[in-house]
């Protein structure tokens, strides 16, 4: 069954620092990847995704993150927190399910950038 | 613009009255989805819909319902059933294929 896992639910950063957010997954097919950002009292926006194309990945905001499958990692890296990073994040798996492909959600790491 | 829209962005309610939720979308999607957040959680998935006038139970249906007679709308309505309704509501959509797009959500309040 998929599943998805996120290593810590807070991140704290400096500003400038790099970001490193972490997701390991579990599929018993080639899954389809994704990471969304969530800021306060919104939806979620995604930021980029993975389908079996190029392993790394180049979103929104200057996030990218790589596909290893040896790992079955998807982790989410910025060379440099910006101030407005600071959100929750949520990576997520696709999973085929009666006939559509489901989302399923790690439980989120909340990241903090301070100055 | 085309994009997402969810109304009220925040209820509140007395405990043991339904609500009912709004999402429409003008992307012409055919797909679209409701989902729970609570703190410290995940979204977990309440009910989705392929196509219009068919809906399938995600996995926490139990005290709420829906309904698809137009492509543009899915509303949600949370009944007396549900026993901890207050939570952070999320629509998406989808145009058939994995990628879902969000709404900006509606905070529910139950008194």
């Known amino acids: 069954a998929q599943s998805v896992t996120q290593l810590g639910s807070h991140v704290s950063v400096s500003e400038g620092a790099l970001v490193l957010l972490r997701c390991n997954y579990s599929s018993s097919v080639p899954p389809y990847l994704f990471w969304y950002v969530q800021y306060p009292n919104q939806g979620l926006q995604l930021l980029l995704k993975y389908t079996s194309a190029a392993t790394l990945v180049k979103g929104i905001n200057g996030f990218e993150a790589e596909f290893k499958k040896s790992e079955t990692s998807f982790h989410l890296t910025k060379p440099s927190a910006h101030m407005r990073d600071a959100a929750e994040y949520f990576c997520a798996v696709s999973k085929p399910s009666g006939g559509y492909n489901k989302l399923i959600f790690g439980a989120g790491t909340r990241l903090a950038v301070h100055p | 613009d085309g994009g997402i829209t969810q109304s009220p962005k925040y209820l509140f309610r007395k405990e043991g009255q339904n609500v009912t939720l709004s999402c429409e979308q003008n992307?012409?999607?055919?797909?679209m989805y409701w989902y729970r957040q609570d703190p410290g959680q995940g979204l977990r998935l309440i009910y989705y819909?392929?196509?219009?006038?068919?809906?399938q139970k995600g996995d926490i249906a139990e005290g709420y319902s829906v309904s698809r007679e137009k492509k543009e709308s899915f509303p949600l309505t949370v009944t007396s059933a549900q026993k901890n309704p207050t939570a952070f509501y999320l629509c998406?959509?989808?145009?058939?294929?994995?990628?879902?797009?969000f709404g900006p959500g509606t905070r529910l309040t139950v008194l």
């Open positions: 819909s392929q196509i219009v006038n068919d809906f």
């Open positions: 992307l012409n999607h055919d797909a």
């Open positions: 998406a959509s989808s145009p058939g294929g994995d990628t879902q797009y």
